[in-house]
Nanobody, 119 residues
Framework: QVQLVESGGGLVQAGGSLRLSCAVS????????MGWYRQAPGKQREWIAG???????NYADSVKDRFTTSRDNANNTMYLQMNSLKPGDTGVYYC?????????????WGQGTQVTVSS
């Protein structure tokens, strides 16, 4: 069984910072790409950042230069450092992982963590 556990959300004032973590546990798997999505109230879930297996980083324009994602392959963990947070960043943040399990590429989601930015 593969499990993704997110942590690090919370309430912060505008201009503040938060760091999210996404830890992948289980056995006999190999992680490929990893990414972060968020869903604001009343809106669809949107992709905001990703890191490939080789470490290439990509960001949505809305978070570029403020958010930084990284991965620790030794510990199967991904991070999202969020700086200069704005009220518009409020939402539920989800990690997304593509991984190889039993010869198949599968997609897993974290349970989501709430980020609230007050003005």
């Amino acid at each position: 069984q593969v499990q993704l556990v997110e942590s690090g959300g919370g309430l912060v004032q505008a201009g503040g910072s938060l760091r999210l973590s996404c830890a992948v546990s289980g056995s006999d798997f190999s992680i490929d790409a990893m990414g972060w999505y968020r869903q604001a109230p009343g809106k669809q879930r949107e992709w905001i950042a990703g890191v490939s297996k080789g470490g290439r980083l990509n960001y949505a324009d809305s978070v570029k230069d403020r958010f930084t994602t990284s991965r620790d392959n030794a510990n199967n963990t991904m991070y999202l450092q969020m700086n200069s947070l704005k009220p518009g960043d409020t939402g539920v943040y989800y990690c997304n992982v593509d991984l190889w399990l039993s010869g198949s590429l599968r997609v897993y989601w974290g349970q989501g963590t709430q980020v609230t930015v007050s003005s």
